[in-house]
């Protein structure tokens, strides 16, 4: 079993719509969790920190569940703009982070 | 600009030839990292490096070297390369010391070995 895992998709949706993205991880101590967007094998940029609060950054939210070891991301009102891979990132410890496959979003007209 | 500087972004060599990948960054930050990326194995960590002369292996090292003797560069280092060294190679630096920030990243190096 991978230490974090994704559904790699790939998630085809309209424009408009509201799609999902979770990753589950199983190392429990795990500090930090982040979301990460990556364009046709450019390099990943930040997304968004996934906080114990949760997070929102105008239409993505983030969740945490630590109980259940899962991050989720919500995007709502899908543009075409986030077509993209979205990469998992669960860091234990200060120098090892641990990255899910990806899941790749197409958004359609 | 605040950057993470990969040199060469694109290499084909051939084996057992050694090449050295060079990464810079002019943020001062203090952890380094070096990925590569590989379908359908997502980003595996090759070495990290907390600091100036202190490095540690990531999930994959084998075949790999690294070195920290400036903050700014951390070179990743290929003694012997073979084909299965053909990948997407990754360098990352992160703002806080402790290694918990935000990755930036290079570019990417597309490295292909014959």
């Known amino acids: 079993r991978k230490e974090v895992e994704q559904d790699p998709g790939p998630f085809n949706v309209p424009e408009g719509a509201t799609v999902a993205f979770n990753c589950t991880y199983s190392?429990?101590?795990?500090?930090?969790f982040f979301w990460y967007r990556q364009d046709c094998r450019k390099e990943p940029k930040l997304l968004m920190s996934v906080y114990s609060s949760g997070n929102e950054d105008g239409r993505f939210t983030a969740q945490l569940n630590r109980a259940s070891q899962y991050i989720s991301l919500l995007i709502r009102d899908s543009k075409l703009s986030d077509s993209a891979t979205y990469l998992c990132?669960?860091?234990?410890?200060?120098?090892?982070?641990?990255f899910g496959d990806g899941t790749t979003l197409t958004v359609k007209p | 600009e605040a950057q993470v500087t990969q040199n060469p972004r694109y290499l084909i060599t051939v084996t057992g030839k050694k090449l050295t990948v060079t990464c810079s960054q002019n943020m001062n930050h203090e952890y380094m990292s070096w990925y590569r990326q590989d379908p359908g194995l997502g980003l595996r960590q090759i070495y990290y490096s907390m600091n100036v002369e202190v490095t540690d292996k990531g999930d994959v090292p084998e075949g790999y070297k690294v070195s920290r003797k400036e903050k700014r560069n951390f070179p990743l280092i290929l003694e012997s390369p073979s084909p299965n060294q053909t990948s997407l190679y990754f360098c990352?630096?992160?703002?806080?010391?402790?290694?918990?920030?935000?990755?930036?990243f290079g570019e990417g190096s597309r490295l292909t070995v014959l």
């Open positions: 990352a630096s992160v703002k806080q010391g402790t290694g918990t920030g935000e990755l930036f």
């Open positions: 190392n429990s101590a795990s500090q930090s």
């Open positions: 990132v669960v860091r234990a410890n200060a120098g090892k982070s641990t």
